[in-house]
């Protein structure tokens, strides 16, 4: 379909100024969770485990120091700048080290002085660190995103990188690492299209190893190597395969693959054991035996997925003899422990008594009920608020959910990631933390490949979410579901190679906002988003194109009481007439704003206000009034705004882009 152009209005602005009130309600969500661990035996005999504590925007990320005989928290020290890190090691020098999110910065812990330094980014474009190991004396190898750099850091000669950059052309994710020190050979894994390859450090050699027909995955995301085979873990179907290593009297290595281990949920393996390996399925302990390649299951549930596994000794030798299995991840929460020994089969579990911090906003959300539902990012949770006591009740179960919304009486969480849909009763206790089913888990889109369902409205007794589709895939889908009966449909790509962010429901027809990313580790194939109309009835989607050139993205969209289907793509405001399906509105409210190449699939949020004007939030910065009648403009807040909702008396509510909650009351 052709673009028909219209003229953007000459917008009237205004200087900032107070119009109404703006109150600070404090944090809705708070969690003490972590995503990476390592161990040590001090000299005093003293077992410790540093963790990567989670932070969020303006909050933090810490290394907590643990110790693990007592199960109790000696200190916490400030990454400063860092929201977490999903990855530490311990080098051999006994220096500790984290590498972080968002911004990539690496820090080195040395227990000695206590001294915490801030090593900066192993590359210019790095926001994410994967995989540290240990390499040599002092130095410790690790992987990035974006630009998938294999790089090594010293103290002596700081950051270098190895082998090709990225590693494999077109990918974005180094995201696991093993060393095999006597071969001279590192295991590289990357993603978001999986691939395994030897690095070869003295030729400066590469050699692909994955087969092909296990190329259909995101990504190689978790290498160990114990008792002469490479462990290799893939995501997101969690297939393990086991290499056996050899290495001849010429220095020549070869990997032959043995077998595949199914549904391993750990990521990755323990070290070896008597002979054997220890992963969790499931939740569920497995000893893995290296020699015949049996796996059994132990039947015991540490109710966790564990970022680390490790063998230590404890000082409790009575109740934990030798050397004991721990394991360390998160739930509902907080960070959860076990201890179990092989020897006696004593299994313990342990909520690590941590200071919560707040957590970043994921989604405010007005129920029928007058409560204000937010979600949270990553680990997830979910608050509610109630505007009538001024009080947050914090619930935890549901993970990160990008949006909600109500059918008959029922919240539905929409969940990255793998597209998942919760149900949750509000009529009834929130059980999901003591192991009950409210909310309950009704399905998920991963056979699909749908990971990030941000678009849900519902029309009549359907609810519809728009989902973008998972790493190094393009094109997202609209998912039909009827909770009365259970069924759904999925359409999949329905304007191809565009994501769905946002949606409507008028009249039969979906409206949908779009935009031009797919899952990260992929380029867009297309240059501009459209506006999806998709007719309930006959099942046709058509893509309009917008009204100005070169939008890559519609983050939002409402209609208003003329009718009209309001939108916001960049910095540009759009009405649509869906009755001839023309453009009869565009003012181009925020000029600065032009999308670049990193993906942007949300942004904006709109909704008209009982005065009649249109009220949004853009970049997570602004909280802004426009009146299309008198095409004025108004920024109201500047310092924070993202996601909007309204109660029952009309006051507005929205994140400070970080992790407060914040209403706008209009005047009079």
């Known amino acids: 379909m052709n673009r028909t152009a219209i003229e953007p209005v000459e917008v009237k602005r205004s200087a900032t100024f107070p119009f109404g009130t703006v109150e600070e309600l404090g944090a809705p969500i708070h969690n003490s969770t972590s995503h990476a661990a390592a161990f040590v035996k001090t000299g005093e005999g003293r077992t410790i485990m540093y963790l990567s504590l989670d932070g969020a925007q303006g909050e933090d990320a810490r290394l907590g120091i643990v110790d693990l005989d007592e199960e109790r928290m000696l200190k916490a020290i400030r990454l400063p700048d860092a929201m977490g890190g999903f990855t530490m090691t311990v080098a051999n020098d006994r220096s500790v080290y984290v590498a972080s999110h968002n911004k990539g910065n690496v820090y080195r812990y040395t227990p000695a002085d206590g001294k915490l330094e801030t090593l900066g980014k192993p590359t210019p474009e790095t926001t994410f660190g994967y995989s540290l190991i240990p390499a040599g004396d002092d130095a410790v190898y690790g992987g990035t995103y974006p630009g998938a750099a294999f790089y090594e850091y010293s103290p002596a000669g700081g950051f270098r990188v190895h082998g090709p950059k990225p590693f494999e052309p077109g990918e974005h994710y180094v995201r696991s690492l093993a060393h095999w020190s006597e071969a001279g050979v590192t295991y590289v894994g990357i993603g978001s299209h999986p691939r395994l390859k030897r690095y070869e450090h003295d030729a400066g050699h590469t050699e692909e190893l994955l087969p092909e027909s296990y190329r259909n995955d995101e990504f190689v995301y978790d290498l160990n190597i114990e008792g002469g085979r490479l462990f290799v873990r893939l995501n997101p179907s969690n297939r393990m395969l086991v290499y056996r290593l050899a290495l001849d009297g010429q220095g020549r290595v070869t990997e032959e693959l043995e077998r595949e281990v ?67 991840g998160c739930r509902m929460g907080k960070t959860r422990i076990f201890k179990y020994n092989p020897t006696t089969g004593a299994i313990r579990i342990t909520d690590l008594d941590i200071e919560g911090v707040p957590t970043n906003v994921q989604c405010v959300v007005a129920g029928s009920d007058g409560q204000i539902y937010a979600g949270a990012f990553l680990v997830g949770g979910t608050s509610i608020f109630d505007p009538s006591t001024g009080l947050f009740t914090e619930h935890k179960g549901v993970g990160q959910t990008e949006n909600i919304a109500e059918v008959g009486g029922k919240m539905y969480f929409s969940v990255y990631p793998h597209a998942k849909l919760f149900e949750y009763d509000p009529a009834q206790p929130w059980t999901m933390a003591q192991g009950g089913s409210n909310p309950r888990q009704l399905f998920n889109l991963s056979a699909e490949e749908q990971d990030r369902p941000y678009g849900l409205t519902v029309g009549g007794d359907v609810l519809y979410i728009g989902t973008i589709c998972g790493y190094g895939k393009l094109g997202g889908s609209i998912t039909a579901f009827e909770p009365r009966s259970g069924a759904r449909k999925v359409y999949r790509n329905p304007l191809p190679e565009l994501s769905i962010v946002t949606l409507v429901y008028r009249g039969g027809k979906l409206y949908g906002g779009t935009n031009v990313w797919g899952g990260l580790g992929i380029k867009p194939a297309r240059s501009e988003a459209e506006l999806l109309v998709f007719d309930v009835f006959t099942e046709e989607a058509r893509g309009i194109p917008l009204p100005a050139p070169g939008l890559k993205a519609i983050t939002a969209l409402t209609f208003g009481t003329d009718g009209l289907l309001w939108g916001m793509s960049e910095g540009y405001v759009f009405a649509f007439d869906p009755a001839d399906e023309t453009y009869v509105h565009l003012a181009h409210l925020f000029p600065e704003l032009r999308y670049g190449e990193q993906s942007i699939w949300r942004d904006a949020s709109l909704r ?61």
Do not use: C, W
């Not at 399925?281 to 596994?309: C, W």
């Not at 939030?617 to 008198?630: E, K």
């Not at 310092?639 to 009351?665: C, N, V």
């Open 262 to 328: 199914p549904n391993v949920g750990s990521l990755g393996v323990s070290e070896e054991y008597e002979g054997s390996v220890y992963y969790t399925s499931s939740g569920t302990i497995h000893r893995y035996d290296i020699g015949t390649g049996e796996s059994v299951s132990l039947g015991i549930d540490t109710t966790i997925a564990p970022f680390k596994l490790s063998f230590v000794q404890l000082a409790d030798q009575e109740s934990f003899p030798g050397r004991t299995l721990i394991g360390a």
């Open 608 to 668: 008209f206000g009982r005065d009649g004007a249109l009220y949004g939030t853009v970049q997570g910065m602004h909280l802004f009034r426009y009146d299309p009648a008198t095409v004025s403009l108004e920024r109201l807040v500047e310092d924070g705004a993202r996601f909007l909702a309204e109660d029952r008396e009309g006051r507005l509510y929205f994140s400070d882009g970080k992790t407060r909650l914040r209403r706008y009351t209009l005047p009079g």
